[in-house]
Nanobody
Framework: QPQLVESGGGSVQAGGSLKLSCVVS????????MGWFRQAPGKEREGVAA????????YHADSVKGRFTISRDNAKNALYLQMNSLKPEDTAMYYC?????????????????WGQGTRVTVSS
């Protein structure tokens, strides 16, 4: 059974940075598209960023464009999300997910495997 484990969340002040990591075991991510989603209390899960299997095509939601960057290291079977200039509205649980194929914007229903999430809290 594939396992996705996120790390790197925490509490920061507005304007700060965090880097989320997602390490995958149980399968090789090189043939999967990968994505980061977030869910704030009382809100639907939304796609933050996604990257295709080869890493050539990426998507970033308008709300994070210019501040967040998704990247992957297939050799390490890992996915990353660099988050800069964090805002209080970025506060949410962040999830890593994998899909056989991805469309933009990414939809949770397209993703087959999910991590347990890592919490990000941004204070003003």
């Amino acid at each position: 059974q594939p396992q996705l484990v996120e790390s790197g969340g925490g509490s920061v002040q507005a304007g700060g940075s965090l880097k989320l990591s997602c390490v995958v075991s149980g399968y090789t991510i090189s043939t999967y598209s990968m994505g980061w989603f977030r869910q704030a209390p009382g809100k639907e899960r939304e796609g933050v960023a996604a990257v295709d299997a080869g890493g050539a095509s990426t998507y970033h939601a308008d709300s994070v464009k210019g501040r967040f960057t998704i990247s992957r290291d297939n050799a390490k079977n890992a996915l990353y999300l660099q988050m800069n200039s964090l805002k209080p509205e970025d506060t949410a649980m962040y999830y890593c997910a994998a899909a056989r194929w991805v469309r933009y914007p990414p939809r949770p229903s397209d993703f087959n495997y999910w991590g347990q999430g890592t919490r990000v809290t941004v204070s003003s």
